[in-house]
């Protein structure tokens, strides 16, 4: 088994590949590790903005969330006085 049986190619792209002297085989060979590198850095950065995304959302979120259950909280305190004060009535 050859190293190139190991990748994905098609008969035609195997013998094209094999058809270039060893030089040329090398240069795509790095172009090809160039193109996966910068593939790479893109991905990489669109997960760090989606990282970052994700913190601003859930910081709001919770800020959100935070200010509904005060508002529920003052809410029964309240409801627990009214309470009290008719009774107290």
Same mark, same amino acid.
């Given at each position: 088994m050859s190293a190139l049986d190991l990748f994905q190619m098609d008969d035609e792209a195997r013998e094209a590949f094999l058809s270039l002297s060893r030089e040329?085989? =090398? =240069?795509?060979?790095l172009s090809m590790e160039t193109y996966v590198r910068a593939k790479l850095a893109t991905l990489e950065k669109r997960l760090l903005e989606l990282e970052k995304d994700l913190i601003a959302y859930r910081k709001q979120r919770e800020e959100v969330e935070q200010k509904n259950h005060n508002g529920q909280t003052q809410r029964i305190i309240k409801g627990v006085i009214d309470a009290l004060r008719k009774l107290k009535q």
């Amino acid at each position: 088994m050859s190293a190139l049986d190991l990748f994905q190619m098609d008969d035609e792209a195997r013998e094209a590949f094999l058809s270039l002297s060893r030089e040329e085989q =090398l =240069l795509a060979i790095l172009s090809m590790e160039t193109y996966v590198r910068a593939k790479l850095a893109t991905l990489e950065k669109r997960l760090l903005e989606l990282e970052k995304d994700l913190i601003a959302y859930r910081k709001q979120r919770e800020e959100v969330e935070q200010k509904n259950h005060n508002g529920q909280t003052q809410r029964i305190i309240k409801g627990v006085i009214d309470a009290l004060r008719k009774l107290k009535q």
